[in-house]
Every structure is written in structure tokens, then in C-alpha cells.
């Protein structure tokens, strides 16, 4: 089905393990993000990548690894996961040219114990 | 550095009310401003604004964009309980979206 999806969709893990959370979308949209949503911060930017081999800082990259070797998917990765990671993570595409909306995928709960 | 602040941050009215929510924005490059509504799951999208003055609708929302002013208005008018969510502002500038903290809307019946 076309459309972005994320897995999983719920993830417990225990404090310094690594996770890695997908993220797949079947549009070749060049623009992929990765947000985390928090009680009180609404959704902030961990990391962006506006083409397959680029990727870029958002405002928390801090504790975050991304990579992008193919258009469709864009990973996130936890290298040694903290409580404070605990979240609920969404990505989103958007195709070249700015003048469209960002689609989301259903995003993924992260416990952090 | 990129920032988007909106207001109110929480806002409760009647049912039939109209209200006005603000987003005021500075990013570099700016291309679009998106608005959004979230539930209890991922953001559904609204609107997409790019030039000033242009006044989009669906249904009983509304938005407006001001370019010069760097703010834009999202609108509800005759509200319904179903209009209880979080509205989300998110403009696109220099290949990124970054969002508003969101204002959270409560309708009573």
C-alpha cells in the first residue's frame, strides 16, 4: 500500500540498549523527518534529510543517529537509549518543491526503562 | 534561530463560539506555512499557505497568512465539540518543518 509507515508502532526497551526505529514511504518523496512528541513541547525536530545521502541536525539531534541510503526509508537510531528518550516518535515525507503538505506516518510509542 | 510561537496555548469556549488561533513564525527561507489538527494520534493536515492575504477555507476553518507581519490566523467559527483538539503550526523553511508547541482547543457542549 502506498502511504509512510513506521515500526514498531510500540517499543519497550531497557536504559543503554540501542533501538532502531523504521521508517518506509512509498512515494520517492525527497524530504524525510523525524520528530518526538513530549507533554508540553509539542512536536520538535530530532533530525531531517531533504535527499538520499543527506541528512541534517534538527533542534534535539543529541543521543539520535540517522541515515538515508535509500530515498524510501529513513531509520532513526537510539545508540545507547536514556529514560529521558522515552517518546512518542512520528516521521513524516514531502515531496521537492515546498508547495505541499508533510505526510505522517502513525507513529511509534518508545519506552525507555 | 528558527522559531514559531503560538497562542493561546490552551483555550476553552462553547459550542457555537467562533475562535481566532495565532502562530507567529521566523525561519529562514521561508516557503509555506502548514496548520494541522491532532487527536489522539499522528497530525492530520488543514491547510498549506504561501502568499499573503490569500484566505483559505474548508468548511467552517478558515486561515490566513501575512508574510510582511510573519504571522498567520487559523479561524473556527460555529465550533463543535469535534473541533476539540490540538492545532498545530508548522512553517517550511530551509528544507525543514519545525512546529509551534500547538494551541490545545476544548469545546463544551
Known amino acids: 500500500d502506498a502511504g509512510i509507515t513506521q515500526s514498531p508502532r510500540y517499543k519497550i526497551t531497557e536504559t543503554g540498549r540501542q533501538v532502531t526505529l523504521m521508517c518506509h514511504q512509498t512515494?520517492?518523496?525527497?524530504?524525510m523527518f523525524w520528530y518526538r512528541q513530549d507533554l508540553g513541547h509539542g512536536l520538535r525536530l530530532i533530525y531531517y534529510?531533504?535527499?538520499?545521502?543527506?541528512?541534517d541536525k534538527g533542534e534535539v539531534p543529541d543521543g539520535y543517529v540517522v541515515s538515508r541510503s535509500k530515498t524510501e526509508n529513513f531509520p532513526l537510531t537510539l545508540e545507547s537509549a536514556t529514560r529521558s528518550q522515552t517518546s512518542v516518535y512520528f516521521c513524516?515525507?514531502?515531496?521537492?518543491?515546498?508547495?505541499?503538505?508533510?505526510?505522517f506516518g502513525q507513529g511509534t510509542r518508545l519506552t525507555v526503562v | 534561530e528558527d522559531k514559531v510561537v503560538q497562542s493561546p496555548l490552551s483555550l476553552v469556549v462553547h459550542e457555537g463560539d467562533t475562535v481566532t488561533l495565532n502562530c507567529s513564525y521566523e525561519?529562514?527561507?521561508?516557503?509555506?506555512l502548514l496548520w494541522y489538527k491532532q487527536e489522539k494520534k499522528a497530525p492530520t493536515f488543514l491547510f498549506m499557505l504561501?502568499?499573503?492575504?490569500i484566505e483559505k477555507k474548508s468548511g467552517r476553518l478558515s486561515s490566513i497568512l501575512d508574510k510582511k507581519e510573519l504571522f498567520s490566523i487559523l479561524n473556527i467559527t460555529a465550533t463543535q465539540t469535534g473541533d476539540s483538539a490540538v492545532y498545530l503550526c508548522?512553517?517550511?523553511?530551509?528544507?525543514?518543518?519545525?512546529f509551534g508547541k500547538g494551541t490545545r482547543l476544548h469545546i463544551l457542549p
Open positions: 513524516a515525507s514531502t515531496r521537492t518543491g515546498h508547495y505541499t503538505e508533510a505526510f
Open positions: 512515494w520517492s518523496h525527497s524530504y
Open positions: 534529510s531533504a535527499a538520499a545521502d543527506i541528512t
Open positions: 525561519v529562514t527561507n521561508f516557503r509555506s
Open positions: 504561501t502568499s499573503s492575504g
Open positions: 508548522a512553517p517550511f523553511g530551509d528544507d525543514k518543518i519545525i
